[in-house]
């Protein structure tokens, strides 16, 4: 089920920028996609895209309007209702990433189907999926992988999509969180799928493809993760990756939300993440590092990817400092062995 | 949610004795807990319990059905509905371990509510999880793993809480699958939970007890499994264990369903789930062997196991053949340890 775009990004009364970072992310790496953003009065984001009422949204194309915004607690704001009535009532799908669902409000649910509208709870996956089976698909794929959640995997892989395409490599993008399906308009919610078909479902979402294609796989957790690494493990065997990217934020002091837990050193995590992916996939193997270097200087950012590089033998970015182009020129090798 | 005993083992008109193993299961564990069968015309499965129809059993105290046999598909007859809203009407609480689910069916969940009766779709899990922390609990644990599915995970721990409660330990089996949770009374299907849940719902299940106390948790698959290593992992990711048992069937050709996939080499086996298990309890470690050799003779048999011992220098068991008391002497060795 494809989300149609263009989009109208609403960000509700938005207490700050963070609060509209789905929103942020959809206008940062699909700007084709967004034609405008709706703010209610207190909001306090701003992509700085042309604010449209529904009317004007519709009367310029817009196809589907977005909840890019949450309250605490992934929460709807039920003041938003009548306004997504109208958006059905206009012509407009609705898409959402938060925890409630909107196909669960009556009111919007019922109007949508009378309409034939369709709503998108992308933090929900529907459809059923199929068991894993391990077997190798044609195609190349790569995967982000990190020491933790919310780290920038998914920041990684469109880093590396978009820099691929920029080269004229086959790449596409596959989501597997809310906020990468809203951006790419497909994809699934991994972490919301019933344990046995987490694999399958990564399997259906990048299926066999020409021997060229890379699908670019958005990654979850960590495999040394206590809470989720199951997540993480299916995503890493479904994906059969033939390339890893290890993410990482090298002043995090501990699991984001789990204080008594360290991050995992880097070495241990390169080699969990290795043994995994060769259970689908023998011959993945981690070609780089991607960091959030935000928190440093750009001294001590360039010293950080250095000492990584020397270390490890192994190309060290931060997507946003120094972009992504050393982890392509791995992957153009594995492509290139690949093909040959 | 406890399932109130005693029971009363529904078989149907199972074509085999294979098709009634669920209750086959119930009855060989828990016989105490069995007052009887009841069979339709056609039934080619005995357990050896009293005949009894529902007023019979609801005389005799008991004080659930158990649909302990399935149709190919995992679907219920519709010809047993009949008898089952006659079971609800005497008093008797339903619990099936079929995929489809009881209460899906109208008629019983509706006549349930309102007589105020159970129904237990033990394969469907209720209820909410937490997140997993990993964070240590008092307490001992031990969990079966393997080389693939359906090897002998849960026969392997319901033997060893036998064995540990005839010894005076303090051991509690802990049932992750649908046969497991009919013949424990609880336990959670973790196949079936949302995968950001499976770690938490396992630490629910084996929660913090006394030191000396042992959660004897049932295992699922294999981390080395294709299609549900993911779900593995989180079991032995919540579970924390002290110890761990490596079930294996050794005639095995290929894992169950994947022709193309060979089983694991034994010790690459135990060295992915020693490594896994270490993330949340760094002194966990296989004590030894627990196989199913019920393909070979006597003799190859205790060829296989002495082989394995001397090739790992850990004990090598049939639970069948051999009885598990070797695997308990470790646990012993373990509990001292932790004690002292």
Avoid at 13 to 31: M, S, V, Y
Wanted: net charge negative; hydrophobic share 45%.
């Amino acid at each position: 089920m494809r989300i149609e775009t263009p989009y109208l990004l609403f960000l509700g009364d938005a207490a700050d920028p963070l609060a509209a970072k789905t929103a942020a992310g959809i206008a940062q790496w699909r700007p084709e996609n967004c034609l405008g953003q709706m703010r209610l009065p207190g909001c306090n984001a701003d992509l700085g895209l042309p604010d449209m009422g529904i009317a004007e949204a519709r009367a310029a194309g817009v196809r589907t309007l977005v909840v890019g915004a949450a309250n605490r607690g992934g929460n709807l704001n039920e003041a938003w209702v009548p306004l997504l009535i109208q958006a059905l009532e206009a012509g407009l799908d609705l898409a959402s990433g938060l925890h409630q669902k909107l196909a669960d409000i009556p009111a919007l649910a019922g109007l949508a189907a009378s309409l034939g509208r369709q709503v998108h709870d992308v933090r929900h996956p529907t459809g059923t999926f199929p068991i894993g089976t391990g077997e190798k698909r044609p195609g190349l794929r790569v995967l982000a992988v990190g020491t933790d959640c919310s780290i920038g995997k998914m920041y990684t892989a469109l880093a590396l999509e978009r820099e691929m395409q920029a080269r004229g490599m086959r790449a596409t993008f596959r989501a597997t969180g809310q906020t990468g399906i809203l951006i790419a308009g497909s994809g699934v919610s991994v972490d919301a799928v019933v344990s046995d078909f987490v694999a399958g479902a990564v399997e259906q979402l990048c299926p066999a493809n020409a021997p060229n294609h890379w699908d670019v796989v958005e990654g979850q957790a960590s495999v040394l993760h206590p809470s989720y690494g199951g997540v993480t493990l299916a995503l890493v065997h479904g994906s059969q990756p033939d390339a890893l990217v290890m993410c990482h934020e090298p002043t995090r002091p501990h699991m984001r939300g789990l204080p008594h837990r360290p991050l995992p050193h880097l070495a241990d995590c390169i080699a969990a993440h290795e043994a995994a992916a060769r259970l689908t996939n023998p011959r993945a193997k981690v070609v780089g590092f991607s960091l959030n270097t935000s928190a440093l200087s750009e001294d001590n950012a360039q010293r950080v990817l250095l000492e990584l590089e020397e270390r490890f033998g192994l190309p060290a970015v931060d997507p946003l400092r120094t972009g992504v182009g050393p982890l392509v020129d791995q992957l153009e090798e594995i492509e290139a062995h690949a093909l040959a």
